[in-house]
């Protein structure tokens, strides 16, 4: 212990003096300089033949480095990816974690921990308006509780069409096509999950959507009923806080549609989930709680850091569904006496604990404390989206709906908006001025346009912070658009 706090003593001292000394988002430079800075110091192998060196001196040059060529998540101009600049309290909790390297496959792994993790599932399915029956697990991540989801989905199917265990028989069973049926513009994460789950690309029915993107529930009503007998809909994967837009799928229609046809409803609330902490934002998410599963993510809203993954399922029976296999971590004997982990409900065996820094998070801020962060955030994108109309080279694509601001520069040469875009958003990288997302968004009538991206999910951020941030992709705008003329 005398060592973990001289060494965290002594990096944190280093990660003072680095963030003392700058000031944009990133180094300059883009990819060519970064892997030349650490081909110079990473110049030595990171697996010498022979250790021996001096712990404290070997982290302190790899942490200076590391920081040095980190993105500043709490720069007002990184706004590119969801991650958020997380609390202390979290990161503190989040060292612990590591500290005690507790693990939630099972029980003598680390039996607080499961508490822990246990009652804060209990909490979390009470915010998404779950009842007692709900569970649930953390996971890495919204893409693996997506994966989660329809893999436990797909078991359901089949268990009730077939009778038969998908963990024994596998897909090539009673002549059956597993389908899932989703909009063009969900998350990218569905594609992989049909992957994992053996439904594949052609097994994903994409359901005509509104002028905004979201899922038509009278079409995904006449797709159900128009479906081939042999097809077996797994499930409904509807969006509630969609990545780019910020749109919620008109839950309570699709839940509906969902039970008519005894289709299994999840919602992909990774981003917007957040949003249930803001009186302000939360109805937007009703009849979240009808969906069967539920994605959420704490490292993108929730202020945690990465991962902090959770899924939820309205029933807990259903997590059942990845225990059908008996191990030695969840005999029925153990089982019976309460010596029993989390393996059996979840994909992962080993599973670092982050309930504990989620949990110091949520206990620290409370409701209403995160809820004003979200709102913080939801303020300033509407702040952001103002700006940008009021400007002439720059042309919104929609009001925000929880916190990203989607734009595109115009600029007035004639040349091509969406290498232009993409160029404009590289210079600012490679200049380490700002870090934006690029997005394609569906071009009404067809085809997809680049946009520019701002998420905001810091809640310190001022509106003039923000508005120097897009003074600098003006300046870099006019700036491309003058070497194009030259
Ligand atoms: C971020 C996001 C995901 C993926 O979550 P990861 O934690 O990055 O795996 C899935 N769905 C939506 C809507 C998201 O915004």
């Not at 969801?82 to 909790?93: I, L, N, R, S």
């Not at 225990?323 to 309460?338: I, R, W, Y």
Request: proline fraction near 5%.
């Amino acid at each position: 212990m005398r060592q973990l706090r001289t060494l965290i003593d002594d990096v944190l001292g280093v990660l003072e003096d680095v963030g003392k000394g700058r000031a944009n988002p990133v180094a300059p430079g883009g990819p060519t300089a970064v892997r030349a800075y650490a081909d110079d110091v990473l110049a030595e192998p990171l697996l010498p033949a022979t250790g021996g060196g001096n712990p404290a001196e070997v982290l302190r040059k790899l942490v200076e480095a590391y920081a040095n060529w980190s993105v500043d998540v709490s720069h007002p101009a990184t706004v590119a990816r969801m991650q958020c600049p997380p609390t202390a309290v979290a990161v503190a909790a989040d060292l612990v974690a590591g500290a005690l390297n507790q693990s939630m496959h099972a029980w003598e792994a680390g039996p607080f921990a499961l508490e822990l993790e246990r009652r804060l599932i209990e909490d979390l399915a009470t915010l998404v308006g779950y009842g007692a029956d709900a569970g649930g697990t953390l996971t890495a991540g919204g893409s693996i509780s997506n994966v989660m989801a329809m893999l436990i989905a797909r078991d359901e199917a089949y268990r009730r069409r077939l009778g038969r265990s998908t963990f024994d028989s596998g897909l090539a069973v009673g002549g059956v096509r597993p389908v899932v049926l989703c909009t063009e513009t969900v998350h990218f994460s569905v594609d992989r999950g049909a992957s994992i789950a053996g439904i594949g690309a052609d097994g994903i029915i994409r359901v005509p959507a509104d002028d905004l993107g979201r899922m038509i529930p009278a079409e995904a009503d006449r797709i159900l009923r128009e479906l081939p007998s042999d097809c077996l809909p797994v499930m409904l994967f509807v969006c509630a806080g969609s990545t780019d837009f910020g749109w919620v799928d008109p839950l309570p229609e699709l839940a509906r549609v969902a039970r008519e046809h005894g289709v299994w409803l999840h919602a992909d609330a990774a981003y917007g989930g957040g949003a249930l902490f803001s009186e302000r934002l939360r109805p937007l998410f009703d009849g979240l709680a009808e969906a069967d599963s539920v994605t959420l993510d704490l490292h993108k809203f929730g202020w945690v850091p990465a991962s902090a993954g959770v899924f939820l399922t309205r029933d807990a029976a259903m997590l059942d569904h990845l225990a059908v296999q008996q191990t030695s971590l969840n005999s029925p004997d153990d089982v019976a006496e309460g010596f029993v982990g989390r393996y059996g409900h979840s994909i992962q065996a080993t599973r670092r604990c982050d309930a504990l820094k989620i949990a110091a998070t949520l206990r620290a801020y409370g409701r209403d404390g995160i809820g004003a962060m979200v709102d913080a955030c939801h303020e300033l994108s509407r702040y952001g989206a103002a700006r940008v109309a009021r400007e002439a080279k720059l042309q919104l694509a929609a009001e925000p709906v929880l916190s990203t601001v989607l734009f595109r520069y115009l600029p007035g040469d004639g040349s091509d908006l969406d290498a232009f875009n993409s160029s404009l958003r590289r210079q600012l990288m490679r200049d380490g001025h700002a870090m934006l997302a690029r997005v394609f968004l569906p071009r009404p009538g067809g085809g997809k346009d680049v946009w520019l991206k701002l998420m905001l999910l810091n809640p310190d951020t001022t509106g003039e912070q923000l508005d120097q941030v897009i003074d600098d992709v003006l300046a870099a705008g006019a700036a491309l658009e003058a070497a194009g003329r030259s």
